[in-house]
T-cell receptor, first 113, second 115 residues
Framework: NAGVTQTPKFQVLKTGQSMTLQCAQD?????MYWYRQDPGMGLRLIYY???????DKGEVPNGYNVSRLNKREFSLRLESAAPSQTSVYFC????????????FGAGTRLSVL | DQQVKQNSPSLSVQEGRISILNCDYT??????FLWYKKYPAEGPTFLIS?????DKNEDGRFTVFLNKSAKHLSLHIVPSQPGDSAVYFC??????????????FGTGTRLQVTL
């Protein structure tokens, strides 16, 4: 998956619990993204980061926070998980010099009960 | 407001035949289009792309056609193989400077290639 590592691969939470999804890249790319994929909805952008220390909201940011502490890592945090956040989460990076071609990690499957 | 639409949720094609996946968009500011392929339990993988200044791009068995006046994109797979069975996402980029580029994805079409 183009040097994008997501952890964990699976997680089950109870409503109200918090957790952090981790994404790490070993390709020294600047831009990183978090998406969620739901049946019939395609991939929707949650947050993205153009560079270390900067983050911006995407299409569906409510209920999430992100952190880009260094160039390599971009984390997604659910402070108080809700059943509506049951989804598959993907992290992506953009190759330097590429035409916005994004490369994805293998995903984290999250269930909130 | 779905700016990128894939109106066919699924498609079944026989092995060896042509698969045609369609995508429509509404935002005339999109300047670059991509197709991704996704297998179950894996992340999407980049397949092929096309700039808005072109109307066709070919890579082996895969060809993408762009009709800007109709705001329509299609992916042709010839010949189709069982390994092509996957979900295909169309995506579009709005050109931007000074910030990370963003993609808007369609809802996907599940292609099944039968023997």
């Amino acid at each position: 998956n183009a040097g994008v590592t997501q952890t964990p691969k699976f997680q089950v939470l109870k409503t109200g619990q918090s957790m952090t999804l981790q994404c790490a890249q070993d390709m020294n790319h600047n831009s990183m993204y978090w998406y969620r994929q739901d049946p019939g909805m395609g991939l929707r952008l949650i947050y993205y980061s153009a560079s270390e220390g900067t983050t911006d909201k995407g299409e569906v940011p409510n209920g999430y926070n992100v952190s880009r502490l260094n160039k390599r890592e971009f984390s997604l945090r659910l402070e108080s998980a809700a059943p509506s956040q049951t989804s598959v989460y993907f992290c992506a990076i953009v190759q330097l010099g590429g035409h916005s071609i994004q490369y994805f990690g293998a995903g984290t499957r999250l269930s909130v009960l | 407001d779905q700016q990128v639409k894939q109106n066919s949720p699924s498609l079944s094609v026989q092995e060896g035949r042509i698969s045609i996946l369609n995508c429509d968009y509404t935002n005339s500011m999109f300047d670059y289009f991509l197709w991704y392929k996704k297998y179950p339990a894996e992340g999407p993988t980049f397949l092929i792309s096309i700039s808005s200044i072109k109307d066709k791009n070919e890579d082996g068995r895969f060809t993408v056609f762009l009709n800007k006046s109709a705001k329509h994109l299609s992916l042709h797979i010839v010949p189709s193989q069982p390994g092509d069975s996957a979900v295909y996402f169309c995506a579009a980029r709005t050109s931007s400077t000074g910030t990370a580029s963003k993609l808007t994805f369609g809802t996907g079409t599940r292609l099944q290639v039968t023997l």
